[in-house]
């Protein structure tokens, strides 16, 4: 049995399933928080005209949600988080 059909019948059919362990929620929430930041209300809160550093805000946002995920999604692959 390949591990798509393993999981199939470990789990049901169910499409998302919610996280159980401390470490896979924290993840998660994470996860979440950095979704949020590239969301259009942050966006719109994020273009001012203030520079940071030199470069604007909006763009240091831009750099600084990729950035982020890498930083989690490596985070959960140090836990061991599936």
Do not use: C, D, H
Not at 8 to 28: H, S
Not at 50 to 63: D, E, H, K, Y
Request: no cysteine; charged share 15%.
């Amino acid at each position: 049995m390949n591990e798509r059909a393993e999981n199939r019948t470990k789990y049901g059919n169910r499409l998302f399933v919610l996280p159980k362990k401390k470490k896979e929620i924290a993840v998660f929430i994470m996860m979440l928080i950095v979704i949020l930041f590239g969301v259009s209300p942050v966006i719109n809160l994020a273009n001012t005209p203030s520079l940071i550093f030199g470069v604007p805000s909006v763009m240091v946002l831009a750099v600084l949600v990729p950035v982020l995920i890498v930083i989690v999604l490596s985070l959960a692959r140090k836990w061991g988080v599936k």
